[in-house]
Structure formats: structure tokens, C-alpha cells
């Protein structure tokens, strides 16, 4: 089975939005060691073309869920508020990581208020909010004071360890795989293009805050007239895709997506014998929303390797990876041959 290393090594790296910096270099470092000539946006993103003037932007979010400190309480743990939208049930007990101005980091969990079994009867029915949950940091600390005592304040970034695991079945688990699971993919687009000594009409674009909704606003290239957003595949009771399909977004929650490009994908995935579900997603948006809303005179489609437990503990397959590869590989092909 094919090593995903640069999978395991983007996973690894903490990056919730507002706090990309560090994966960002990762994904601007792989690229140039590809032999490609990234660059970053204002905003942060890291843009590369795969050739001249691209009029095809292939896109996909390297942020993550999260939260930041939102306050110090008075036994000294932390308050947080949330960056995008985390199941807590899924992220309760787990371990993070708190990144301070300073540069500091100290290791914490994440819990219930009086969480113990044995003193909080409606410790295991109680419903999780951020209002009745906390971060228990791993220092001897007992006030407010204690706690400010080692740089930690207001704002500081509070990253959940991602349990990444590849599994020999083929499977890998772990937070996050919405979306650095798309990012693969788009790595991939760009080692094999180069290895085939090729270039096309065509922009990767990672962004940096889809999780907060602006992530796929601006910065493309001025030629681009076509955004294929790779992001996650939705599954669930009411959606036909699994893990090992790529799945083909028809409408979510900010309406339909491109009917003809929606038709010359469905037909590339036929003719080339790619496992494929089309799908609504009715609670999701994508950085292909972000930018119809924000005025891309483009046509936009998305698609993505399935991804179960979406928000939570997530699980994709490699199959369902390669098939949207081979679905973009497909569609640069059909490109070149126009």
C-alpha cells in the first residue's frame, strides 16, 4: 500500500484557522521541492501554477477546527471559544496543545466541568457546550495568576491532537481529514504533473479560513474562469457516497453547484471507470461557496474523497483518495486535449 507521509505530515502540523503560518510553509517547502514556484497571498494562502495563464483553480482548505483562549477562570484552567464548528462530544478528553504569543506551548486537555463520575452525577448525560467545559492545562497551577504566570492569555490558539492513524486495510483515521485530505490530493496533482514533465492551464490554491467561512474569497489568479474545490465528502443515512468513492457535491446549503461542470465530471468519472456518488449536502458549505458569495464570475463544482463522522473523529480510505485524484487527473487531461 502507497505511503502517505506528506498526508501524515500536514496532519501533524496544528493549524486552526487564524493559525496557518506553520502549515502553510510546510505546503509552499513540498511545492518547491516539486520543482513548482508557489507563492502566498495576502491573506496567507499559498497559490502555484502548474503552467501559464490557468483558467482552472483546483482548491483546497489547509485550516482546521479549533479554539482560542477565550478567558483564564479562577482555578486557573481556560474558558475557550470555538474556531469553526468541532463536535465537542468527539473532542471531550482529548489532548491539546496551547500555543502562546511567546512561542511557548504547554499540553492540556479538554473536559467537562467536574467531570468526575464519582462527584458530578450528570457527568455522562449532560449536554456539552463551551459554557460548561474547560481546558485543564498539564502545570502546577491553582489561580488566574498561576496560569497568566506562564504567558497564557487571552487569544492564545488551543490545537486537538489529531490521533492520526493509517490503518494496512487502507483506512486512516484521524481529526482533520476535512480537509488536509483535499490538500493531498492537490499535492499529488502537482508531484505527478512535474514527474510527467507536463504543465496545464491550472492554479492550485490552498486556503487558509474555510473553516470560518472566507477561506476561497480571493487570490486567484485573474485568468481563472473554472474553481473545482476538493473538499470533504459528506456521509451520512440520507447520502449514497462512502469512504472509498469520490464524492460529487450537486447542491448544499448555499444552493447548486455548476450543472455543466458538475455533467463533465460525472462523465469523466464514467468513462474512466472512477467509483463515484453524487450527493446534496444539506449542512455544508465549501470554500466554493465563499467565493460565489464573494462576486467569481466562475463556475465552481466540488468533490472529495468520502469522510465519516464529519466535525469529529474522522475516517476516509485510500480509495476514495485516489479516486479524486484520478477524477482531477481526468479533467486536466480532457483539458489538455481541448
Known amino acids: 500500500m502507497k505511503n502517505y507521509d506528506t498526508l501524515r505530515q500536514l496532519v501533524e502540523i496544528d493549524s486552526p484557522s487564524g493559525f496557518t503560518t506553520n502549515a502553510c510553509t510546510y505546503i509552499y517547502t513540498l511545492l518547491e521541492s516539486y520543482g513548482w ?12 501554477a502548474l503552467g501559464a495563464n ?81 481546558v485543564r492545562i498539564d502545570e502546577l497551577v491553582n489561580s488566574k495568576e498561576d ?31 476535512d480537509n488536509k485530505a483535499g490538500c493531498y490530493v492537490l499535492f499529488e496533482l502537482a508531484r505527478r504533473l512535474k514527474e510527467e514533465g507536463r504543465e496545464a492551464p491550472v492554479e492550485i490554491f490552498f486556503s487558509n479560513y ?21 473538499d470533504m465528502g459528506v456521509l451520512g443515512d440520507s447520502c449514497d457516497g462512502s469512504e472509498t468513492m469520490c464524492s460529487i457535491c450537486v447542491k448544499d446549503s448555499s444552493g447548486p453547484y455548476d450543472y455543466h461542470f458538475r455533467k463533465e465530471l460525472v462523465e469523466l468519472a464514467e468513462a474512466k471507470n472512477i467509483p463515484y456518488a453524487l450527493d446534496v449536502y444539506p449542512f455544508y458549505s465549501s470554500d466554493g461557496s465563499a467565493a460565489r458569495s464573494a462576486g467569481n464570475d466562475f463556475r465552481v463544482a466540488l468533490i472529495g474523497p468520502g469522510v465519516a463522522a464529519s466535525h469529529g473523529v474522522e475516517r476516509t480510505h485510500v480509495q476514495g483518495i485516489e479516486a479524486t485524484i484520478d477524477l482531477c487527473m481526468a479533467y486536466i487531461d480532457a483539458m489538455l486535449k481541448q
Do not use: W
Open 37 to 48: 514556484h508557489p507563492e502566498y497571498t495576502t491573506k496567507g494562502a499559498v497559490k502555484c
Open 54 to 134: 490557468p483558467t482552472l483553480a483546483i482548491a483546497a482548505h489547509t485550516d482546521t477546527l479549533g479554539a482560542i483562549v477565550s478567558g483564564i477562570k479562577p482555578n486557573g484552567t481556560l474558558s475557550f471559544a470555538l474556531l469553526g464548528s468541532p463536535l465537542l462530544p468527539s473532542f471531550e478528553g482529548g489532548y491539546v496543545r496551547i500555543h502562546t504569543m511567546s512561542g511557548k506551548v504547554y499540553t492540556g486537555t479538554m473536559l467537562f466541568n467536574n467531570p468526575s463520575a464519582h462527584a458530578n452525577r450528570e457527568a455522562s448525560s449532560a449536554t456539552r457546550t463551551i459554557d460548561n467545559m474547560h
Open 147 to 177: 496560569t497568566q504566570k506562564l504567558g497564557i492569555r487571552t487569544g492564545d490558539i488551543i490545537c486537538f491532537d489529531t490521533r492520526f492513524t493509517e490503518l494496512p486495510s487502507g483506512f486512516i483515521k484521524s481529526h482533520f481529514m
Open 210 to 230: 474555510e473553516e470560518v467561512g472566507h477561506g476561497g474569497t480571493c487570490g486567484y489568479a485573474s485568468t481563472i474562469k473554472d474553481l473545482l474545490v476538493i
